[in-house]
């Protein structure tokens, strides 16, 4: 009940969603922000579950209306965060999770500067594109779209510096544990009270993800993706 808003970027094919969707099912009363979007369904994707899909011509009269808290280009599409949201997880008392890029955040940090954020890596480079091949082979996905990822990959993670705490997407599960400690540590700072002995243990796990402790270990992730932007390997 504490009307916290938590931001959440990473490079696509990261494992955002992954970790996003384990939130959404293990975490309560947490609302997610369903964004407005002009690309198509993906796979199993739903309408009004990841995405409200729209065309560019209703996008545009929705800037227009001004019914959008922020908005980008991402990849030739627009992504938008419809102000609703905001409004509607307030009036619950529910926190809200907003899965977006690097540019919507840097727009929802200066109009909200307590929500917290948070940057999730990949392992590496290598890992990151052996993901991005094995969620698109389903769907043919061609190799300069790949590429394309890859490439706006290394200038998105260069903006790691702008968040609170930094989470290598490494173990699924201790992916899943550390962004739980996270939530919930933050949750309840906000309450001003004494954590009890289990509580502090959140707040030990949460804090290794802090930038500033996560600096030094992240340099080896960073530097893969520097001065390769424009190798693709094949699988
Ligand atoms: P994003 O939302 O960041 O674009 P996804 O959640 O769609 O990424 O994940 C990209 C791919 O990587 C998916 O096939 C997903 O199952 C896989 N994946 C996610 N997290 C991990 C992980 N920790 N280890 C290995 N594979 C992962
Ligand atoms: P995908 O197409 O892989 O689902 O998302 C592509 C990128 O768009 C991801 O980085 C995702 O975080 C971002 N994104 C999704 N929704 C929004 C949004 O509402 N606003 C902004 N700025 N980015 C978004």
Avoid: C, W
């Avoid at 340099?219 to 520097?226: G, K, V």
């Amino acid at each position: 009940m504490s009307g916290l808003v938590f931001i959440i970027s990473a490079p696509s094919g990261s494992g955002k969603s992954t970790l996003v969707n384990e939130i959404r099912q293990t975490v309560g009363e947490m609302d997610f922000s369903v964004s407005y979007t002009t690309r198509k369904p993906r796979g199993s994707e739903t309408n009004g579950r990841e995405y409200f899909y729209i065309g560019r011509d209703e996008f545009e009269a929705m800037i227009r209306r001004d019914a959008f808290l922020e908005y980008a280009d991402v990849f030739g599409n627009y992504y938008g965060t419809a102000r609703r949201f905001l409004d509607e997880a307030g009036k619950r008392g529910h926190d809200l999770l907003l899965d977006i890029d690097v540019q919507g955040a840097s727009q929802l940090q200066k109009k909200l500067p307590d929500a917290i954020s948070i940057f999730i890596l990949p392992p590496s480079r290598i890992e990151l594109e052996k993901r991005l091949r094995r969620r698109s082979s389903a769907e043919n996905v061609p190799d300069d779209v790949i590429l394309r990822r890859l490439q706006t990959a290394s200038r998105e993670i260069e903006n790691y510096g702008n968040y609170d705490y930094i989470l290598v997407n490494d173990l699924l599960e201790d992916s899943i544990d550390a962004l739980k400690a996270i939530v919930l540590s933050e949750r309840i700072r906000t309450t001003g009270r004494e954590p009890s002995v289990e509580e502090q243990e959140l707040f030990r796990l949460a804090e290794l993800y802090r930038l500033a402790n996560m600096r030094a270990s992240i340099q080896s992730i960073l530097a893969t993706f520097r001065g390769s932007e424009s190798s693709v390997v094949s699988n």
